[in-house]
């Protein structure tokens, strides 16, 4: 649930976070949209709302979130997450000064192991490395559509991942590809790669050309929102138009936020 009027929240309630509860009380000496939250009996913090924004202020460091749930979540980090966040910004500003890297995106035809209809790779100085449409010779969920909007029609005269192979070979070996929630780009590449050559040994030393790295996980940790469900800073969405050039610049500008103290 999504609170768009804290003003008619009650200066008592009660809501679950991440499975977990946290109470809410409204100090006595006031009537603004102010409340004390608890985590059973530990005091997280104050969480004031804007008026009007329906944004929710942080007492302790006065940073902002569109929700309450991540207010909440804020107020939970662990101690060490200001070394942490450290930590990710030292490997931003590493991963920037690789002159080789290359932020990689795939669009594909499903939301789980699925096949590649549109590639693309763009340098660290913005340079558009590699942007292809792929005819994946298999239909195209209507799920990945709603996402990408890229029909079967844009990608029925396209070429074929092995005819853009050798292209995107020139584009990407030798080079620092980092993508966000790599895994599934880069298993995306190895199905394409062993439906090409037939081989999972061949498209494994295919793969083995680039350097990857996955800026997801370091994103969660830069942004601090802790799930005491998962036991972990919860991952987020890298946002973007879901064009996968758009995407790849989407993903350079939160390495440049990272890497930013």
């Not at 990710?88 to 209809?117: C, M, P, Y």
Request: aromatic share 8%.
């Amino acid at each position: 649930m999504t609170v768009t009027d804290p003003a008619a929240l009650e200066d008592l309630f009660t809501r679950e976070v991440d499975e977990r509860a946290v109470q809410f009380v409204r100090p006595a000496d006031t009537n603004r949209p102010d409340w004390a939250a608890y985590d059973g009996d530990q005091f997280l913090g104050m969480i004031y709302a804007e008026a009007g924004e329906a944004l929710w202020r942080l007492g302790s460091s006065q940073e902002r979130h569109r929700q309450l749930d991540d207010a909440v979540r804020a107020l939970r980090r662990p101690s060490s997450w200001p070394h942490e966040r450290a930590q990710v910004s030292n490997w931003a500003r590493r991963l920037l000064a690789d002159e080789s890297l290359a932020a990689v995106d795939i669009e594909t035809t499903g939301l789980g192991k699925a096949w590649a209809v549109q590639i693309a790779a763009v340098a660290r100085d913005g340079t558009v490395l590699f942007n292809e449409y792929v005819n994946p010779l298999a239909e195209i969920d209507k799920a990945a559509i709603a996402i990408h909007k890229i029909t079967p029609e844009q990608v029925a005269a396209a070429a074929t991942f092995g005819e853009l192979l050798p292209t995107l070979t020139e584009a990407l070996h030798g080079r620092t590809c980092a993508a966000y929630n790599m895994p599934f780009d880069r298993d995306c590449l190895a199905r394409e790669l062993t439906r090409h050559h037939g081989s999972t040994d061949v498209a494994e030393q295919w793969l083995d050309g680039c350097r990857w790295r996955d800026a997801m996980e370091p994103y969660a940790v830069w942004k601090g929102l802790w799930s005491v469900k998962r036991g972990r800073y919860r991952p987020q969405k890298l946002g973007g138009p879901h064009n996968a050039v758009e995407d790849c610049r989407f993903l350079l500008t939160k390495i440049e936020q990272m890497a930013s103290r």
